[in-house]
């Protein structure tokens, strides 16, 4: 029992020196990105260039319904050709529908490309921000406290290159 409370009290010091040599940060990168005015005329812009991709997509659609109103009203009258033409025109234009809300709102679409366009230099902004913070107070890591990320590290931490050796001593893995 004496040994185990002694062990225990050994881990706890331990662990103390431990925490008390390491500096470790957070910010909210959700405060940050509503508080900065940048961020904020980025969605401005993003916004607008929304609603008129929305503005063209509703045109679109309004037509689309125009013509698929007027096609029930008049299909009896109309011959077997012309009733196979008008629906080949229906499909074709609910086709083109789906393919602009693809090519726009899509996950790869015009209106994530100019999100990303826009924000890219001022995420980098947000980010040297960091490493200047991190490296003049002295910090060893910075995580966001929204997602856990890290955003900043001392490189005297970075393992990857002792981590790429231990597996070159390993050898490669074969099946």
């Given at each position: 029992m004496i040994k185990?409370?002694?062990?225990?009290?050994?881990?706890?010091?331990?662990?103390?020196?431990?925490?008390?040599?390491?500096?470790?940060?957070?910010?909210?990168?959700?405060?940050?990105?509503?508080?900065?005015e940048p961020v904020r005329q980025v969605q401005i812009?993003?916004?607008?260039?929304?609603?008129?991709?929305?503005?063209?997509?509703?045109?679109?659609?309004?037509?689309?319904?125009?013509?698929?109103?007027?096609?029930?009203?008049q299909r009896l009258l109309m011959s077997e050709n012309r009733r196979s033409e008008k629906e080949k025109e229906l499909r074709k234009l609910d086709e083109n529908?789906?393919?602009?809300?693809m090519e726009k709102f899509g996950p790869e679409g015009e209106i994530y490309r100019?999100?990303?366009?826009?924000?890219?230099?001022?995420?980098?902004?947000?980010?040297?921000?960091?490493?200047?913070?991190?490296?003049?107070?002295?910090?060893?890591?910075?995580?966001?406290?929204?997602?856990?990320a890290l955003l900043y590290a001392l490189e005297a931490h970075n393992l990857t290159d002792a981590v790429l050796e231990e597996l070159d001593k390993l050898g490669t893995v074969t099946e």
């Amino acid at each position: 029992m004496i040994k185990l409370n002694k062990l225990m009290l050994f881990f706890t010091i331990i662990c103390g020196i431990l925490s008390a040599e390491l500096k470790i940060g957070y910010v909210d990168s959700q405060k940050i990105m509503s508080s900065f005015e940048p961020v904020r005329q980025v969605q401005i812009k993003l916004e607008k260039e929304q609603r008129k991709l929305e503005n063209e997509m509703n045109n679109l659609m309004t037509h689309l319904d125009s013509l698929t109103q007027d096609y029930e009203r008049q299909r009896l009258l109309m011959s077997e050709n012309r009733r196979s033409e008008k629906e080949k025109e229906l499909r074709k234009l609910d086709e083109n529908i789906q393919r602009f809300q693809m090519e726009k709102f899509g996950p790869e679409g015009e209106i994530y490309r100019k999100q990303n366009q826009l924000l890219k230099p001022v995420l980098s902004s947000i980010d040297e921000a960091i490493q200047i913070v991190g490296g003049e107070q002295g910090y060893d890591f910075i995580f966001d406290a929204m997602t856990g990320a890290l955003l900043y590290a001392l490189e005297a931490h970075n393992l990857t290159d002792a981590v790429l050796e231990e597996l070159d001593k390993l050898g490669t893995v074969t099946e």
